[in-house]
T-cell receptor, first 109, second 116 residues
């Protein structure tokens, strides 16, 4: 059965810490993997990773796709309280979009 | 302003009373999709549409209908709502087209539905 699994489900850190969020997937027809950040509203796009672009970086956030291990990580360095959110991983499987359950990150001052 | 709009934002209804949640985007996107979000389950895709008059089932289509008569609109219809359809619903759109890798999806603000 196709699935996307994120770990950990929740994480509490202090400002300045570095965190690594994990996403593993098993899908029939992988096309791309996307990361989203969800605060109290709708998810907002962070990164898209495909076979031709396996590493992305934007400020303190970066993400790597490991196609051999069928997984991806999202790194956040020097965390801030504004990074507190649910981070969602999604994998495009043909026309379907399959999401993981998310990782709830809490950054304490 | 480029956006995806949903209406209503909040709805409380009773079992069996047909309802429609509207979704509209002004970005000329070809791809649109509906999701439901439940605690601990993340976002689950209900239906998606690659283009006008083209719709496909996602992971959890049971109890829902959609239509795509125009590019900008993608309403979600619950013919006979039940309490297990109580959830937070998101509509999303994307410029992706059939056969190409997806681009980022733009999400609407969400509709919180309660079925009693």
């Amino acid at each position: 059965e196709d699935k996307v699994v994120q770990s950990p489900l929740s994480l509490v850190v202090h400002e300045g810490d570095t965190v690594t969020l994990n996403c593993s997937y098993e899908v029939t027809n992988f096309r791309s993997l996307l990361w989203y950040k969800q605060e109290k509203k709708a998810p907002t796009f962070l990164f898209m990773l495909t076979s031709s672009g396996i590493e992305k970086k934007s400020g303190r956030l970066s993400s790597i796709l490991d196609k051999k291990e069928l997984s991806s990580i999202l790194n956040i360095t020097a965390t801030q309280t504004g990074d507190s959110a649910i981070y969602l991983c999604a994998v495009e499987d043909g026309g379907d979009m399959r999401f993981g359950a998310g990782t709830r990150l809490t950054v304490k001052p | 302003e480029a956006q995806v709009t949903q209406n209503p934002r909040y709805l409380i209804t009773v079992t069996g009373k047909k309802l429609t949640v509207t979704c509209s985007q002004n970005m000329n996107h070809e791809y649109m999709s509906w999701y439901r979000q439940d605690p601990g389950l993340g976002l689950r895709q209900i239906y998606y549409s690659m283009n006008v008059e083209v719709t496909d089932k996602g992971d959890v289509p049971e109890g829902y209908k959609v239509s795509r008569k125009e590019k900008r609109n993608f309403p979600l219809i619950l013919e006979s709502p039940s309490p297990n359809q109580t959830s937070l619903y998101f509509c999303a759109s994307s410029p992706r087209t059939s056969g190409r890798s997806s681009y980022e999806q733009y999400f609407g603000p969400g509709t919180r539905l309660t079925v009693t």
